[in-house]
């Protein structure tokens, strides 16, 4: 099994609060109705890739909550409750555990003052690298290796590069050797022992992809990223991206992916 083999996700609609969710360009406001369309078509392509999808209702009182990636873990051997660094997404935590105890049997959950967003683990064939960020701290890029230690994963802590949100924003996994990155994550040195593809110059938002089975999703508007993808004999499918663009998101933070163990 692949690490991303999935045959189960799980996502959450957009609730009409999305519109006030954090972002750092504090002047580009999504509109709501087209946003709620970029969730549905991309529902849709994790179908099509093969996914049972689970669809949670959307919550207004947390206006990012449907980036689901970021207050949990999910892999075949257990899930874990994270604690998102942004105060305002803590309290999705809470709402995504009865989920996740419905799901799996080994739930475990960051404390206290370990902060780690989904968006800053990403999950290789050897290594799951965990980027301290402004939303990912010491203590819970360090809890959260001795949790995966525990369930037999290997995991670092890396470094997140400043002034990007979280790690995926600018690296993601197209194959098991393979790295779509920016040219400055293709140049931290963290992935000598890939083969990396980096992102044509003003296409950085298209690092944030993601492998599903066979497909690798890009957000549409990267013509040079696909034409490189398509050249590299990846199995490409664009989705639009504008509005959750707007609020510093890609692909990757959208949903929660796991194959069932069996
Ligand atoms: C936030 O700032 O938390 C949201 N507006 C965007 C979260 C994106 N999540 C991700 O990259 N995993």
């Excluded at 998102?84 to 206290?112: N, W």
């Excluded at 967003?117 to 799951?128: M, R, Y």
């Excluded at 002034?163 to 040219?183: N, W």
């Amino acid at each position: 099994m692949r690490v991303f083999d999935f045959d189960h996700a799980i996502v959450r609609e957009p609730g009409r609060s999305v519109v006030n969710g954090l972002r750092s360009d504090p002047l580009s406001v999504p509109d709501f109705e087209p946003l709620r369309a970029e969730h549905a078509a991309y529902v849709a392509a994790l179908g099509r890739a093969g996914l049972a999808v689970e669809i949670l209702p959307p919550l207004e009182a947390y206006p990012d909550s449907m980036f689901v990636e970021d207050p949990a873990l999910v892999m075949p051997e257990g899930a874990i409750l994270l604690r998102p660094g942004a105060p305002s997404r803590v309290g999705e935590v809470a709402e995504m555990r009865e989920t996740l105890h419905g799901r799996f049997e080994i739930v475990l959950e960051l404390q206290g003052d370990e902060n780690a967003d989904g968006g800053d683990i990403l999950v290789t064939p050897h290594a799951i690298f965990i980027g301290m960020s402004a939303r990912t701290n010491r203590a819970g890029a360090e809890a959260l290796v001795a949790i995966l230690r525990g369930m037999g994963r290997n995991a670092c802590v890396v470094k997140t590069p400043p002034p990007i949100l979280h790690f995926k924003t600018a690296v993601s996994l197209l194959s098991e050797d393979t790295v779509l990155a920016t040219r400055q994550m293709a140049t931290s040195g963290l992935f000598a022992e890939f083969r990396t593809l980096v992102v044509p110059d003003g296409e950085e938002a298209a690092a944030n992809a993601l492998r599903v089975n066979h497909a690798v999703l890009i957000g549409d508007g990267f013509p040079r990223t696909r034409e490189l993808l398509d050249c590299e004999g990846f199995n490409v499918e664009t989705l639009p991206v504008a509005e959750i663009g707007k609020l510093d998101a890609g692909l990757s933070c959208m949903s929660l992916r796991w194959r069932k163990r069996g």
